[in-house]
Nanobody, 125 residues
Framework: QVQLVESGGGLVQPGGSLRLSCEVSGSAFAVGWFRQAPGKGREAVSCITMGSGNRYYDNAVKNRFTISSDNTKNTVYLQMNSLKPEDTAVYYC?????????????????????WGQGTQVTVSS
């Protein structure tokens, strides 16, 4: 059974940067970051297929966020630059273990419905 542990959230000023980490115990074909802002539904941010490195980014974060993986540490990172107040949300990671890949994981979410505990990101001056 896959366990997910997110870390790296915090308070940052607009224009600042943060790096989130998702440590995955267990097998994962793809790993993704999602976020949920207050009063809104959960949305996909970015996903990566672990073997191929194929990546997906939501248009709202393209050219600002970068997803990467360290397969030796079973950890996926989300480098967030040029942060905006609208990036404020709880960020969650999730995995795909059905060989569907990054795009599908970001499109439909995790097939097992499992999420990490989340990490809060607040962008405010």
């Amino acid at each position: 059974q896959v366990q997910l542990v997110e870390s790296g959230g915090g308070l940052v000023q607009p224009g600042g940067s943060l790096r989130l980490s998702c440590e995955v115990s267990g097998s994962a074909f793809a790993v993704g970051w999602f976020r949920q802002a207050p009063g809104k539904g959960r949305e996909a941010v970015s996903c990566i297929t672990m073997g191929s490195g194929n990546r997906y980014y939501d248009n709202a974060v393209k050219n600002r966020f970068t997803i990467s993986s360290d397969n030796t540490k079973n950890t996926v990172y989300l480098q967030m630059n040029s942060l905006k107040p609208e990036d404020t949300a709880v960020y969650y990671c999730a995995v795909d273990s059905t060989f569907a890949g990054a795009h599908e994981l970001c499109r439909v979410g995790p097939s097992d419905g499992k999420w990490g505990q989340g990490t809060q990101v607040t962008v405010s001056s």
